[in-house]
């Protein structure tokens, strides 16, 4: 089998697939064609595409959600540069094994949550599971002590001066994640 130059990840199934036994697959990894990143997924070095610290992120933690202000960052919200890609998982979900690269920075969130408003989106590489604007904002909102007052104040104004903001839908978020009451508080202020 020749690794294909345009696919970054293979999955141990994948290699199987294709013809590989698992001595066959050991020797890649010994030549250096493939780093064992866990125990499913493979790095092929040989890809020469763009890199994406969201499909890295994937690939780590595959049924994580791109959320906080890595979503806000994706979203234009703001100019902020997080030092790590924010990934939501569940609570009762474990991570056994993390990069030191990029930097993954996990946010254990319970299951109403981490299930409310989920969306694909994609970069230039790939695509990815990230909440939608409202519930990125909501979530800002109600762990802004952990985020940063300014940093939440940046991204509701932003998301206020916005075309497409529908301030329904994060009232709504808003009342079903718990900061109702801290939304209105900022909208007075801001509004």
């Not at 991570?95 to 920075?105: H, K, M, R, V, Y």
């Not at 408003?117 to 109600?142: H, N, R």
């Amino acid at each position: 089998m020749v690794l294909k130059p345009d696919q970054q990840f293979y999955s141990i199934s994948e290699l199987l697939a294709a013809g590989l036994t698992y001595y066959k697959i050991s020797r890649l990894v010994d030549g250096g064609q493939l780093i064992k990143l866990n125990n499913k997924i493979y790095e092929n070095t040989s890809y020469t595409g763009e890199e994406s610290d969201f499909a890295f992120a994937s690939v780590y933690a595959p049924k994580g959600i791109v959320c906080m202000m890595s979503a806000a960052r994706h979203y234009g919200l703001t100019t902020f540069l997080p030092e790590g890609v924010d990934i939501a998982i569940e609570r009762n979900m474990k991570i056994s094994t993390l990069p030191d690269w990029p930097q993954i920075n996990l946010w254990y969130f319970p299951e109403k949550r981490y299930s409310a408003g989920v969306t694909f989106s994609s970069d230039d590489v790939c695509e990815f599971p990230i909440y939608e604007v409202e519930k990125t904002v909501a979530d800002i909102l109600y762990y802004r002590n952990k985020v940063g007052i300014e940093e939440t104040k940046e991204v509701l104004k932003n998301y206020l001066s916005r075309k497409d903001r529908d301030l329904v839908k994060l009232h709504r978020y808003a009342d079903a994640l718990g900061c109702k009451k801290i939304f209105r508080t900022y909208m007075e202020v801001l509004v």
